[in-house]
């Protein structure tokens, strides 16, 4: 007889084995100016590192794809020197810790990549307006990137695969929810392009799993985990046929031995987390809104492997502890998510021992 799975119990989760199912999410904090990794960073992460695993914050490996203020990256010496800081800071106390790569495409402003172009599947600016020292600006257009570059982005996401190894990282989560460059490639909004990269839900997957594929390929597919979050309108993505869209993509990353497919599953459009239970063949982790019975109760259904926190990370780096022994929980504080120093970052409050 096989036992109840329970959130404080272990899980295999491709080539390792987490002390519990709770996950932190993947959160951009902005606090890594000359986007590189720091001592600050690798204290935020080691506190936090009771989470069966950690997932950092989006990074990104390509120099055009940083587009947001103060984003660490994963593409130079000095930053896979930072990250290593960080790998050995959760590593000292027991923890497991993935690297969110994330290419943001057409969500930036220049003036965070060094004045160099935003890129995107297609020269379609994205609605809205980002954050910026000088006030709130509307996000750049892009340039449609042409053939060979996609092909150097994909290789972009096997080298920060690779660097993330380098620096001590367990594994890699590509970034492929929340409207960023993968997300843009997903969109027919985004994605107005008429080679392979676009028009079919078939052409318009193709980068997605390409540079999972790639990442795999450099690292192993045990070490490669996948976000999506299908339906979600987040940074200007609209797509009327949610299924049609990501019934290739679910199919396009089953049966490769990934580590985990990762759902930010807010308003599902359809049974997508059913259709990946029946053809993916790992663990899922689902994300968005949980509390401890929530959590338990989808752990026990078996409609989720683990569970990611997000923002009750930001304000409690003693979740796992809090959650077991149901001690109430910090509020996380708005104003300090982005930027700025220990204040709001690594200065809440554990309970005492
Ligand atoms: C400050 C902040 C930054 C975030 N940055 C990222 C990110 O870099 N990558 C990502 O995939 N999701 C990011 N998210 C989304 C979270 O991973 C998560 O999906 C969201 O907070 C919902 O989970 P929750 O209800 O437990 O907070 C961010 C969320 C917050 C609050």
Redesign the pocket.
């Known amino acids: 007889m096989t036992e109840t799975p329970d959130l404080f119990g272990p899980v295999k989760l491709g080539a390792l084995s987490l002390h519990n199912r709770i996950v932190m999410?993947?959160?951009?904090?902005s606090r890594a100016p000359g986007n590189l990794p720091n001592a600050l960073m690798a204290e935020y992460y080691g506190q936090r590192a009771s989470a069966g695993m950690v997932i950092t914050?989006?990074t990104t490996p390509a120099a055009n794809g940083r587009g947001y203020m103060d984003i660490p990256g994963i593409y130079s010496d000095a930053q896979v020197e930072g990250w290593r800081g960080v790998a050995d800071a959760v590593h000292a106390k027991g923890g497991r810790v993935f690297l969110?790569l994330?290419h943001v495409g057409r969500i930036a402003l220049t003036e965070f990549q060094d004045g160099l172009e935003p890129v995107a599947p297609s020269a379609v600016v994205a609605a809205g307006q980002m954050f910026s020292p000088s006030g709130m600006k509307p996000h750049a257009t892009p340039r449609a990137l042409t053939e060979s570059e996609i092909e150097a982005v994909i290789e972009s996401f096997a080298q920060g695969a690779r660097n993330a190894i380098a620096a001590g990282m367990d594994g890699v989560e590509i970034?492929g929810?929340?409207g960023y460059l993968p997300g843009q490639f997903l969109a027919p909004n985004a994605n107005k392009r008429t080679d392979r990269w676009g028009g079919s839900a078939e052409n318009r997957a193709r980068f997605l799993i390409a540079i999972t594929d790639a990442a795999a390929k450099a690292i192993g597919p045990d070490r490669v985990g996948v976000?999506l979050s299908p339906g979600n309108p987040f940074n200007d993505i609209d797509d009327p046929d949610v299924e049609g869209t990501y019934t290739p993509v679910i199919q396009g990353l089953s049966g490769k031995g990934l580590a985990y497919l990762h759902f930010?599953d807010a308003k599902p459009a359809f049974d997508v987390i059913g259709l990946a239970r029946k053809q993916f063949g790992g663990p899922i982790i689902l994300?968005?809104?949980?509390d401890k019975a929530r959590a338990q109760a989808d752990i026990a259904s078996g409609r989720a492997d683990l569970i990611?926190?997000?923002?009750?990370y930001?304000s409690n780096p003693d979740l796992v502890e809090r959650l077991r022994q149901d001690a109430p929980l910090n509020a996380p504080d708005q104003a300090t998510?982005?930027g700025g120093d220990a204040k709001g970052y690594t200065d809440y409050p554990a309970l005492a021992a």
Do not use: D, K, V, W
Not at 25 to 29: E, L, Q, S
Not at 287 to 290: D, E, I, K
């Open positions: 999410a993947p959160m951009t904090r914050e989006g969110q994330m970034h929810a929340n976000r930010l994300n968005a809104g949980y990611a926190f997000g923002s009750s930001i998510f982005y």
